[in-house]
């Protein structure tokens, strides 16, 4: 797929795996078309911590990657693994500005040993190029998608994540190239 944006720069925050950072950035771009670069500035979490949950507020980190974020033809993917909160919801897996500049995601649930569960690296790693492309795929311009097997369907669970597949649906995936940029936030 071929997109306007010439570049996706992976942004660690906090003390995140390199190895699933070094994996997305060999990932994304045949997904989007665009060429992935890892940032050489990480973002401290900490500003966005929320001590009675125990978990960080999602739409404040998103808001120090768009801070950090300028101008020009490129996107920015946070990559964390701390547990994201946004006040209505438990917790997500990432959140995004539909149309815009930047997008988060973590890992933190969707480790097996979360779940008491042996570590499985191999699943940890489908799991995550599934929400940075899902998160990505808001930043491109999509909502969420009602196919059960898209990316872009929306993950209230882990087991969800499993279920649906790695790439865009026949419908969205054409909206890539189309969806006007939006300042609306979407959260999964």
Known sequence: ???????????????????LIEYLSLTLP?????????????????????????????????????????S?????????????????????FG??????????????????TFYGLPDDRALLFERVEKEATHELGHAFGLAHCPDFNCVMRFSNSVEEVDLKASDFCRLCEPKLRQMPDATLAARC
């Open 72 to 92: 020009g033809c490129g996107k920015l993917l946070g990559v964390t693994d701390v547990d994201l909160f946004i006040p209505i919801f438990t917790f997500v």
């Open 1 to 19: 797929m071929q997109s306007p944006v010439t570049e996706i720069k992976l942004v660690a925050i906090g003390d995140v795996d390199r190895e």
């Open 95 to 112: 959140e995004a500005q539909v149309g815009g500049s930047c997008a988060l995601m973590s890992a933190h649930r969707l480790h097996q």
């Open 30 to 70: 045949g997904t989007f078309g665009a060429r992935c670069v890892l940032s050489a500035t990480e973002l401290n979490p900490r500003a966005a911590y929320n001590e009675t949950r125990r978990q960080y507020h999602s739409t404040q980190l998103l808001q120090q990657l768009h801070d950090m974020a300028g």
